[in-house]
């Protein structure tokens, strides 16, 4: 099986610009959830989907949204890009149960200049 | 909230040496717990996983971890230590009631030294 695929895996963006990432879940996962790591916040939640519906969402402004598609692929969008967005992105997918683990991709590096 | 701690920013041990890294967690219930490891400019690896049972789990590259629920912690060992393993490991826990968010440690950055 492939593992999670994340696109693209860099990008460099201006202030007040927005962005969209997208990733694509292994085969047959239901489950997408989205996290933003900086050096200074750590790893820190951002929202899941499972099954097209948005079933968490972490604490960060409405700039930050999301949505999945009906093959489970899922986009995320920055609006009014910030420096403080520079960061590591990361999404995980599984089955979507509670007893099973979230795969990670390798991460999409957006850097805010 | 639930929330989770590694009390060590950095640890550097000698190659062959025995390494233990903290975690403790702070949830009423038994979550379900991780551990993964990240080498620079990467995702997550899932090293191995609590869910029930056995308190004593196993995962790859030689690593184990032990539940103890009266200290409410998840700490993770290796016998011998490869140069390999240097790294940065994170202790995750997952709550029932949020089955698709994973609360994180702020890690711990593994040196080891030849």
């Known amino acids: 099986k492939a593992g999670v695929t994340q696109t693209p895996r860099y990008l460099i963006k201006t202030r007040g610009q927005q962005v969209t990432l997208s990733c694509s879940p292994i085969?047959?996962?239901?489950?997408v959830s989205w996290y933003q790591q900086t050096p200074g916040q750590g790893l820190q939640f951002l929202f899941e989907?499972?099954?097209?519906?948005?079933?968490n969402k972490g604490n960060f402004p409405g700039r930050f949204s999301g949505r999945q598609f009906s093959n489970s692929r899922s986009e995320m969008n920055v609006s009014t890009l910030e420096l403080g967005d520079s960061a590591l992105y990361l999404c995980?997918?599984?089955?979507?149960?509670?007893?099973?683990?979230?795969?990670f991709g390798q991460g999409t590096r957006l850097t805010v200049v | 909230a639930q929330s989770v701690t590694q009390p060590d920013i950095h640890i550097t041990v000698s190659e062959g040496a025995s390494l233990e890294l903290r975690c403790n967690y702070s949830?009423?219930?038994?979550?379900?717990l991780f551990w993964y490891v990240q080498s620079p400019g990467q995702g997550l690896q899932l090293l191995l996983k609590?869910?029930?049972?056995?308190?004593l789990v196993q995962g790859i590259k030689g690593f184990e971890a032990e539940f103890k629920r009266s200290q409410s912690s998840f700490n993770l060992r290796k016998p011998s230590v490869h140069w390999s393993d240097a790294a940065e490991y994170f202790c995750?826990?997952?709550?029932?009631?949020?089955?698709?968010?994973?609360?994180f440690g702020d890690g711990t950055t593994l040196t080891v030294k030849p």
């Open positions: 989907y499972f099954s097209e519906t948005q079933r």
């Open positions: 995980a997918s599984s089955p979507g149960q509670m007893n099973t683990e979230a795969f």
């Open positions: 609590y869910f029930s049972g056995d308190t």
């Open positions: 995750a826990v997952v709550i029932e009631a949020n089955a698709g968010k994973s609360t």
């Open positions: 949830y009423g219930a038994t979550p379900y």
């Open positions: 085969s047959g996962h239901r489950s």
